[in-house]
DNA sequence: GCCAACGTTGGC
DNA sequence: GCCAACGTTGGC
């Protein structure tokens, strides 16, 4: 099992509005990055991830999971982009920042950190299980 | 609001 | 296939 990292402006699409979606979900689209989408390609039924707000936040706030693996992404007119549906599991009783993680020795190798850019990261086990104890869980 | 880092586009 | 120009992201 693979962990992974959601990057969103909160002002686009929040936590709010993902729990808001519930048990249904949502369609993770408009990813156009090559590599972000090797993640997504990746990604497989059950796997949870972690929901970070970039900008506006700057914290990491949620976990989900893959509730639908890869599909095409029907707001990619060029069809070679696609997408996987996501769902809240449960919210971070303790938001962990950006400014936390970065502070944080043993995460000075994350991605988050490392190529800030990169909108659908993995996280190794390691940081999956660190990361959620600074949250609380 | 600025700007560094990075990805993509398009001319050659 | 290279690379300069440009656009975007996202932290500060």
């Given at each position: ?32 990055n090559?590599?972000a ?83 659908v ?17």
């Open positions: 099992m693979a962990y992974w990292l959601y990057k969103s402006e909160p002002s686009v699409w929040s936590w709010d509005d993902q729990v808001a979606a519930g048990e249904a979900g949502t369609f993770w689209s408009g990813v156009r090559h590599v989408k090797k993640n997504l390609e990746a990604m497989r039924l059950g796997e949870q991830g972690f929901f970070y707000h970039s900008n506006d936040g700057r914290a990491v706030v949620g976990v989900v999971e893959v509730i639908r693996t890869y599909y095409p992404d029907h707001t990619d007119a060029s069809g070679r982009f696609g997408m996987v549906d996501i769902r809240a599991v449960a919210p971070l009783p303790a938001p962990v920042s950006l400014e936390a993680i970065k502070a944080e020795p043993a995460l000075r190798a994350m991605v988050l950190v490392a190529n800030s850019r990169l909108s990261q993995p996280v190794t086990d390691a940081e999956w299980a660190l990361v959620r104890r600074m949250g609380g869980l």
